[in-house]
């Protein structure tokens, strides 16, 4: 079993409408959860982090976690074309050697004007 | 705002060769890591570095691969005998303990 599974897409939304990504994960003793937006051939970029279970939003974007289930959502509120990129999920387990994050394969979102 | 840096941007080197990728953290993190991303594949943890030893290291991270802290900024990947298969997008990144994560912009290794 995938340590973080996600959707692959591509997810294609028009501009405008809201896209919903979604991902879980099979390590229950994860504490932390992270959306990274990554550009083609450039490094991750940190959008949200979420450590509780809820909703927490920050500006066009609200994080949902859900521990039980074991899934966290990305909702991304009146997409641009600028928001075209792939969206990697990402969790880890804060220990004292460290805060290894462990990725999921990432959903390509297509923003269609 | 401070920013992680990586160099060289691009590395071209033989297969054999030796290679050495360079980060330079962002000033008040404390722990380090370097990840990597083979093309169109999902970026793996290799190492993390907390108080100038390894603290915990993935089953990719072999005996080829070493890291340092040669003077307490800079951060460095060193790949003993490249592969082909060694060819990927290498990440630096930093964060203070239990936070964000911040990643470099990387270096793209190229074994030929």
């Known amino acids: ?113 | 705002e401070p920013e992680v840096t990586q160099t060289p941007s691009h590395q071209v080197t033989q297969m054999g060769q030796e290679v050495i990728l360079r980060c330079v953290p962002i000033s008040n993190h404390l722990y380090f890591y370097w990840y990597r991303q083979i093309l169109g594949q999902k970026v793996e943890f290799l190492v993390s570095f907390y108080n100038n030893e390894i603290s915990e290291k993935s089953e990719i991270f072999d005996d080829q691969f070493s890291v340092e802290r040669p003077d307490g900024s800079n951060f460095t990947l060193k790949i003993r005998s490249t592969k082909l298969e060694d060819s990927a997008m290498y990440f630096c990144a930093g964060d203070r303990g239990a936070d964000t994560q911040y990643f470099g912009p990387g270096t793209r290794l190229t074994v030929l």
């Open chain 1, 1 to 113: 079993q995938k340590e973080v599974e996600q959707n692959s897409g591509p997810l294609s939304v028009p501009e405008g409408a809201i896209a919903s990504l979604n991902c879980t994960y099979s390590d229950r003793v994860s504490q932390s959860f992270f959306w990274y937006r990554q550009y083609s051939g450039k490094s991750p970029e940190l959008i949200m982090s979420i450590y509780s279970n809820g909703d927490k939003e920050d500006g066009r974007f609200t994080a949902q976690l859900n521990k039980a289930s074991q899934y966290v959502s990305l909702l991304i509120r009146d997409s641009q074309p600028s928001d075209s990129a792939t969206y990697l999920c990402a969790v880890n387990k804060v220990e004292a050697a460290g805060n290894k994050l462990t990725f999921g394969g990432g959903t390509r979102v297509l923003v269609k004007p």
